[in-house]
């Protein structure tokens, strides 16, 4: 099994930026796609950012050009740089991670981190 701890969510202010971190740890397992979701309050849980085991990117049109997406595969980590952000970005942020041992595929999620965005 693979567990995670994610980090890194607070109170900002808007135009303001912070960084999500979502590390992962288990025995003999390889990472492929990790990802942020986040669900706001009376919403839908939706995606946010994605990254693959190759590097590419994708990104939810309403992020695009104030979030980054980006692994460290030497730490087993995903980031997520928000910049600009908006009262509307206020949500639980969400890591999943997608993953194999022994050729058997695994998902895992994580616990969630608050972010909020005063206007």
């Known amino acids: 099994q693979v567990q995670l701890v994610e980090s890194g969510g607070g109170l900002v202010q808007a135009g303001g930026s912070l960084r999500l971190s979502c590390a992962a740890s288990?025995?003999?397992?390889?990472?492929?796609?990790m990802g942020w979701y986040r669900q706001a309050p009376g919403k839908q849980h939706e995606l946010v950012a994605a990254?693959?085991?190759?590097?590419?990117?994708s990104y939810a049109d309403s992020v695009k050009g104030r979030f980054t997406i980006s692994r460290d595969s030497a730490k087993s980590t995903v980031y997520l740089l928000m910049n600009s952000l908006k009262p509307e970005d206020t949500a639980v942020y969400y890591c999943n991670v997608n993953w194999s041992t022994n050729y058997l595929p695994g998902q895992t999620w994580g616990r969630g981190t608050q972010v909020t965005v005063s206007s």
């Open positions: 990254i693959s085991s190759s590097g590419s990117t």
């Open positions: 288990g025995s003999s397992f390889s990472i492929n796609a």
